[in-house]
């Protein structure tokens, strides 16, 4: 059996009258991610990561900002897609690994939702999936919260 790991990264800014979608759940806050999409920056991450896996690319590779079909989209359907590609390769997931960078607001009460919405796409079971915070201590852009980011990596399996 072949075992493939991939990393993923995404960066979004903050924007006053913007919503705010982290791991497919619309967040509370005064500010959202700016973005072609719905700039999920969680899902964006993970999609790279699964495509990383297996050198497809990155997600604006195979969704570009350019395009208007993409305009707003929700990012459970880039997720969807990324999976579709890794699975039409012939490989599973074997888990989900992420960690949001955000000043706020605070995620732990949606986590497991967001568990639940992203293990629901990736065919996986919620404690296969992990979604995990931290602050940048007031550090840097995401201290300041003009934006957020989220790093991914995920564990590929050859055959179901």
């Not at 790279?48 to 570009?64: N, T």
């Not at 993409?70 to 579709?84: G, H, M, P, T």
């Not at 949001?100 to 999936?129: G, S």
Request: net charge negative; aromatic share 6%; with cysteine.
């Amino acid at each position: 059996m072949s075992y493939r790991i991939g990393s993923g990264v995404d960066f979004h800014q903050l924007a006053e009258g913007r919503d705010l979608w982290i791991g497919g759940i619309k967040i509370p806050h005064h500010k959202g991610s700016l973005g072609h999409s719905d700039a999920d920056v969680l899902l964006h991450a993970i999609c790279d990561a699964l495509l990383g896996a297996l050198s497809l690319g990155d997600i604006g590779l195979h969704f570009p900002n350019t395009d208007p079909a993409y305009k707003n989209i929700d990012s459970k359907i880039l997720l969807q897609k990324s999976f579709e590609l890794i699975r039409s390769k012939g490989y599973s997931v074997v888990n989900v690994d992420s960690t949001l960078c955000l000043e706020a607001p605070k995620i732990k009460p949606w986590v497991p939702q967001m568990q639940e919405i992203i293990a629901q796409i990736l065919q996986v079971q919620q404690e296969d999936v992990s979604v995990k915070a931290t602050t940048t201590e007031q550090m840097g852009f995401a201290g300041r919260e003009e934006g957020l980011m989220a790093y991914a990596t995920v564990l590929l399996k050859k055959g179901a």
